[in-house]
């Protein structure tokens, strides 16, 4: 059985409002608090003004701001979870959403069932209810406040790059190849090239600084979370 989520404020950011009103009731029919915004600039003023929204789900196409310029602009100091929403079903422009920051991008037409089946898994990892906390010399996992510090200083992650470092760490000392990265990381979420994985690796053990080593590449294979004595 699935674990019920907590009720989470969802800011919905789509210039249609058919499309705003279809997401926002089969949200609240799932217990969930929905604010709505029809645009780019909206949902940038709605952003800065609310400082409790739990995950957003932003369309890419709009006037005014688009939403790749909004994920951008909410990265520079947020790692609320997103769940981008488009048309636009190039791989290229796929690949640019993750690189900018989104946990999710979904291409229009989409069930609205799977978008909340998406949502719901988001919260479950980011609003989780019990307290959980990996400690390693130097580096500190806390899974409930969704943080993670070095030296006691809290980095920023995105949600990919906290489920990745937390993903190698809870299994130290186990080499990791790509696609067992790719299946327990992004599972079902991304359809792209593996390499994102070494993308994302390279930002960790930048943002860890001198405990970047403890991501070690194992050549031909992927990659090891080893702590050094």
């Not at 699935?2 to 217990?31: C, H, P, Q, S, Y």
């Not at 909206?42 to 369309?59: P, W």
């Not at 790749?68 to 100091?77: G, H, K, Q, T, Y």
């Not at 690189?99 to 990892?125: M, N, W």
Request: charged share 25%; proline share 2%; hydrophobic share 45%.
């Amino acid at each position: 059985m699935t674990t019920a989520v907590t009720k989470a404020k969802i800011l919905v950011v789509d210039d249609e409002f058919k499309m705003r009103r279809l997401i926002r009731n089969f949200l609240e029919v799932n217990g969930h608090v929905v604010i709505e915004a029809s645009d780019g600039e909206e949902a940038l003023n709605i952003f800065y003004t609310t400082k409790d929204i739990d995950l957003i789900i932003l369309d890419v196409m709009m006037p005014r701001v688009n939403g790749f310029d909004v994920l951008m602009e909410i990265r520079a100091s947020s790692s609320v979870p997103v769940i981008m929403l488009t048309a636009r079903a190039q791989e290229c422009d796929e690949i640019m959403g993750y690189d900018i920051g989104a946990d999710q991008y979904i291409t229009k037409p989409f069930s609205f069932k799977v978008l909340v089946a998406k949502v719901e898994a988001i919260l479950r990892r980011t609003m989780p209810q019990q307290t959980e906390i990996l400690d390693f010399n130097g580096v500190s996992i806390d899974k409930v406040a969704h943080a993670v510090y070095v030296d006691n200083e809290e980095i920023y992650l995105s949600v990919k790059e906290f489920d990745l470092l937390c993903y190698l760490a809870e299994n130290q000392g186990i080499t990791l190849s790509r696609e067992k990265i790719l299946d327990n990381v992004w599972n079902f979420d991304y359809f792209g090239d593996a390499r994102t994985i070494d993308t994302h690796v390279t930002k960790l053990r930048k943002k860890l600084g001198k405990y970047g080593m403890y991501l070690s590449t194992v050549r031909g294979i992927g990659y090891k979370f080893e702590v050094s004595q």
